[in-house]
């Protein structure tokens, strides 16, 4: 019962720590001159953020990018989301075939 008690209270702090920096991401653009607002970037060159409406293309380069790094900034919203198509690259897994069938 305390492990369960503990996970929710790091996962609360979690939540409360990426909620403040979404807080201070908006308070970066809204202090940037209406023209030069672009809703995305970073706080303290640390934590990525994107409030830009999310395109099938963002998606795709964020959770399918086997060129890409293995995590990469989130579609919308403040953090890191896992890049499945570097992971897959890195493991292996890519199903990558050529004339002669699957490689092994």
């Known amino acids: 019962m305390e492990d369960k008690r503990r996970s929710l209270g790091i996962r609360g702090i979690w939540r409360l720590i990426l909620a403040i920096v979404g807080v201070v991401a908006i308070v970066q653009e809204l202090r940037k001159p209406e023209?030069?607002?672009t809703?995305?970037?970073d706080v303290a060159g640390l934590v990525p953020y994107d409030f830009r409406m999310p395109t099938v293309a963002r998606m795709r380069d964020t959770y399918w990018n086997p060129e890409g790094s293995v995590v990469s900034s989130k579609v919308f919203g403040v953090g890191w989301a896992p890049n499945f198509g570097a992971l897959a690259t890195m493991f292996g897994w890519s199903g990558s075939q050529d004339?002669?069938?699957?490689?092994?």
């Open 39 to 41: 809703w995305h970037g």
């Open 99 to 104: 004339a002669d069938g699957p490689t092994s």
């Open 35 to 37: 023209e030069e607002r």
